[in-house]
């Protein structure tokens, strides 16, 4: 079934167009039963109103759908739904991409200079193309990616962060009103929330919410799938992810057991994250600075949620969770031969630290080593206290 064939457009009868392109379509309006042509916008996705008019709803993704006329054709755009009624630190962004146009004989460095004020950039490593992009670079450490050139790309640089890069920032609302007066176009955001205690949300509760349509926003059900142990039920050590939709139509919802993914066998912490990318559809800037309401209004069944989200707790929780079972694995692989250097260096615990120690991070702890680096007590086992 086409994306248009799984669209329900309830004012007026309409009949698809292929473009030529995946994802991409035209609408063109039957004559004999036309409607009134919707809201006309001839220049990209520059808004005349705050409320468009939606034409239907995608049955896959529950979003809205508005028709943008173009000379002879009809264009599709979905719109991400939020719910307001829930506070607005339900959620915090976990991923965000966005593409823009420097400024005239300016590159990929203004970006990157621009960008300073909200996280901190580090150290620029060139690598080889990416995204259809002739160079990228990766900075801060593996905080995200930026990429330039190519004559297709039209000048746009392309900027990239994702659970790393997210941490470090703390001002979304000026980084999204940056965004906005530059014109950027967001090409991904991901949110999540985080249930540490597995109290309210759980697989469990995830596997119920699909069975009796928590999912479906109007359509039918999306289609799911399943990764991790599941043959192991709650039992599962690994951990166990529940998918909902799927990347192709740009919406996808992740349901998974983040501390047992992490390291934590018994770990009841539970992520819910939902991923959505501009394919025909608009993301707004206002995503950045309530992502709870956005969160909330991607399906029905999250509209519950009200615990509020701390950014610091989160990294605080998974970063001493992997760093438990990395020194776990360490003593398994290395814990007799340091009993034996012990021997062997008569007990000299400086000189067997100097022989076994290496620069860096562990690479299941790098994605907080922000955060580690400037506050190393908080995986110090005698300074953590009660549970976060």
Known sequence: MSFFESCDFSSGAYSAAA??????????VAPEEAAPLPRV???????TSNK???AGFDQETGEPVELLHSGSRLSIVRHIES???????????????????????????????????????GTVEHRKGLFGFRYSARFGDGAGVIAWGGESQNDRVYFSVQGKGCSMISRWADLADWLQRHKASIKRVDLAHDDHAGRLVSIAWAVQQYQEGGFNAGGRNPVHSCAGDWLQGDASTKGRTLYIGNRAS???GRFYEKGKQLGDPNSPWVRVEVEWRAQDRYI?????????????????????????????????????????????????????????????????????????????????????????????AMLDWELRGGDI
């Not at 473009?19 to 063109?28: E, F, V």
């Not at 916008?41 to 808004?47: D, N």
């Not at 970006?111 to 909200?118: D, I, R, S």
């Open 250 to 252: 740009g919406k996808f």
């Open 19 to 28: 473009s030529g392109a995946p994802g991409k379509l035209a609408l063109t």
């Open 41 to 47: 916008v001839t220049t990209g996705r520059k808004k």
């Open 284 to 376: 707004p800037y206002d995503i950045l600075v309530r992502p709870g309401h956005y969160l909330a209004g991607a399906y029905p069944c999250l509209a519950f949620l009200n615990e509020e989200q701390s950014t610091i707790k989160t990294v605080t929780k998974a970063a001493r969770i992997a760093f438990d079972a990395a020194v776990e694995n360490g003593k398994r692989a290395c814990g007799k031969l340091i009993n034996l250097m012990m021997e062997v260096m008569q007990g000299d615990y400086a000189a067997v630290v100097d022989k076994l120690l290496r620069p860096g991070i562990p690479a299941r702890i790098d994605p907080y080593s922000y955060h580690v680096k400037k506050t190393p």
């Open 83 to 121: 719910v307001q009624d829930v506070p607005e630190t339900i959620a915090f962004v976990d991923a965000l991409a966005f593409s823009v146009v420097p400024p005239e004989e300016e590159s990929f460095h203004w970006l990157l200079q621009e960008m300073g004020q909200f996280l901190e950039i």
């Open 52 to 54: 468009p008019e939606y």
